[in-house]
């Protein structure tokens, strides 16, 4: 939207300094505050757009924790089923389907900063404790890494937030004051 200042209009406003004629929206004669107040709701209204694409990411970050958070768990369950390093077969987990779920959880995130998040699990559905060790590490990495950047991703939340609260009061603000004063020159004619 476009607000172009054109003409001046004879006489005093309300601030004692010539009125302008603008131009909003291809409309011509809005006074000051309309102009004011159709550029303070576009502003608000391009914050909330951008507002609306941080949320999106945050939603995104927060199923990507979860899941990975799932991994963790059921890693967890599979590495505390192993018997002691002294006994035999205590390199491998109990066989557990959700291994399997937890690898392709693994697989969908892995990128090239945390290669590691691989969980390789055999046939039976078992999972060696060296492998497991290693994806637990990486998993943890992952979601720590995650947890962070949502962190951050919020701040620019709540800043835009703030933003945008603050160009939909000072519109309403303005509005007031505007109509407050001129109500007290008509009030001072009477």
Not at 31 to 43: G, L, N, R
Not at 117 to 124: A, K, M
Request: proline share 1%; glycine share 4%; with cysteine.
């Amino acid at each position: 939207m476009a607000i172009v200042e054109s003409k001046p209009i004879e006489g005093l406003s309300v601030y004692g300094v010539q009125q302008k004629d603008y131009t909003v929206k291809g409309t011509a004669h809005c006074d000051y505050i309309k102009a004011a107040t159709a550029a303070m709701f576009q502003e608000a209204g391009a914050i909330e757009k951008e507002t609306a694409a941080y949320a999106a990411v945050l939603e995104a970050r927060q199923e990507k924790i979860d899941e990975l958070g799932w991994a963790l768990a059921v890693l967890v369950k599979a590495r505390a089923s192993m018997k002691s390093k002294n006994q035999k077969s205590g390199d491998l987990s109990q066989a557990d389907a959700d291994l399997l779920k937890a690898s392709k959880i693994f697989d969908k995130y892995r990128r090239s900063a945390n290669a590691d998040l691989r969980l390789p699990v055999n046939g039976d559905n078992k999972v060696r404790r060296d492998d497991a060790t290693s994806a637990q590490s990486a998993v943890q990495y992952e979601i720590d890494y995650e947890t962070n950047e949502m962190q951050q991703d919020m701040v620019s939340l709540q800043s835009l937030v703030s933003k945008r609260d603050n160009a939909f009061s000072t519109v309403s603000s303005l509005v007031q004051k505007i109509n407050s004063t001129a109500s007290s020159l008509i009030g001072n004619l009477n």
